[in-house]
């Protein structure tokens, strides 16, 4: 069935530092892929997306690539702020005609310190 | 609100009690999903509504666990009977149509279940 892979967190950063969270995929034909943000003490929030092979999702200085040659979605961010912390979920969806449900995977923790 | 509201935001329980969570949808919504946030399983995927009914129950844990949708809007999740293991934080979240995996998917608050 589809899975998908998160690196182990928590991630601690200082604030500026350049920030990688992996996640690999793994579906049957072409998913969509999807990061979703998690503040303390709110909901989830779709942070990102990619629906096809070498699109780039971007969004609040985040990016990250659909690379199917390596079932990867990496998440970047080239400078962090303290208000970047929160948990990070990385998740697909894959229609198959009578759903599009999410698989997540099981969250990064980010802290950014000062 | 233009979003996606849950109520109760915290139930309390004994085990043995029946529960009842309830989701709103975002207005125009026509697919409704459940999902399940614990410390042990992570999030996992429960239900899924398209318009009123339910074609994907396969994440139901077990058949304690109920939901229906009607009107195709407001959606209710109905736990019998229930156990400790239950205690989670129940998430709703709605698109704009099913049959695309690329539409987002809009999460509310969140109901935080314990059962006691």
């Known amino acids: 069935g589809d899975s998908v892979t998160q690196m182990e967190g928590p991630v601690t950063l200082s604030e500026e530092a350049f920030l990688t969270i992996n996640c690999t995929y793994t579906?049957?034909?072409?998913?969509?892929l999807f990061w979703y943000v998690q503040y303390p003490g709110e909901g989830l929030q779709l942070l990102l997306k990619?629906?096809?092979?070498?699109d780039k999702g971007s969004n609040k200085g985040f990016e990250a690539t659909y690379r199917k040659e390596t079932t990867s979605f990496h998440l970047e961010k080239g400078s962090v702020q303290v208000s970047d912390s929160a948990v990070y979920f990385c998740?697909?969806?894959?229609?198959?005609?009578?759903?599009?449900?999410?698989?997540f995977g099981t969250g990064t923790r980010l802290q950014v310190t000062l | 609100g233009a979003g996606v509201s849950q109520s109760p935001s915290n139930k309390v329980t004994e085990k043995g009690k029946d529960v009842e969570l309830r989701c709103d949808p975002i207005?125009?919504?026509?697919?409704l999903y459940w999902y399940r946030q614990s410390l042990g399983q992570g999030l996992e995927f429960l239900i899924y509504?398209?318009?009123?009914?339910?074609?994907?129950k396969s994440g139901l844990p077990s058949d304690r666990f109920s939901a229906e949708r009607t009107g195709g809007s407001v959606s209710t999740l109905t736990i019998q009977r229930t156990q400790q293991e239950d205690s989670a934080v129940y998430l709703c979240?709605?698109?704009?149509?099913?049959?695309?995996?690329?539409?987002?998917?809009?999460f509310g608050p969140g109901t935080r279940l314990t059962v006691t």
């Open positions: 979240a709605s698109s704009l149509d099913w049959a695309s995996g690329a539409n987002e998917q809009y």
């Open positions: 579906a049957t034909g072409y998913p969509s």
């Open positions: 990619a629906t096809k092979a070498d």
């Open positions: 998740a697909l969806s894959r229609p198959t005609g009578t759903a599009s449900k999410l698989t």
């Open positions: 207005s125009g919504h026509t697919a």
């Open positions: 509504f398209q318009g009123n009914s339910a074609p994907d």
